[in-house]
């Protein structure tokens, strides 16, 4: 069992910087795949982005040039470092873990979620 404690959130002005942190433990696992999802109340849960345990990072266009993920494997933290929040940035943002004791046995795992409020 993995759980993600999910940390960095809250209020911030437009144009402003956040940066959010994700912590994974638990025993008997790999993490494959740690990512960043968010969701707006009423809707579909988004990608933002993703990395792999070798590094490889994917960025959703609508986040492109603004945010930045990265991973600390010896600490199996993922980090998302946002800037130049805009109001339509507020939304819950959560964690996710691709893993499990092996590939064949991987699954999905979520934090609680962290909420990022752009206002002035």
């Known amino acids: 069992q993995v759980q993600l404690v999910e940390s960095g959130g809250g209020l911030v002005q437009p144009g402003g910087s956040l940066r959010l942190s994700c912590a994974a433990s638990?025993?008997?696992?790999?993490?494959?795949?740690m990512g960043w999802y968010r969701q707006a109340l009423g809707r579909e849960r988004e990608l933002v982005a993703t990395?792999?345990?070798?590094?490889?990072?994917s960025v959703a266009d609508s986040v492109k040039g603004r945010f930045t993920i990265s991973r600390d494997n010896a600490k199996n933290t993922v980090y998302l470092q946002m800037n130049s929040l805009k109001p339509e940035d507020t939304v819950v943002y959560y964690c996710?873990?691709?893993?499990?004791?092996?590939?064949?046995?991987?699954?999905?795992?979520w934090g609680q979620g962290t909420q990022v409020t752009v206002s002035s």
């Open positions: 996710n873990a691709d893993a499990g004791p092996w590939i064949g046995a991987r699954r999905d795992y």
């Open positions: 638990g025993s008997g696992f790999r993490i494959f795949v």
């Open positions: 990395v792999t345990n070798a590094g490889t990072t």
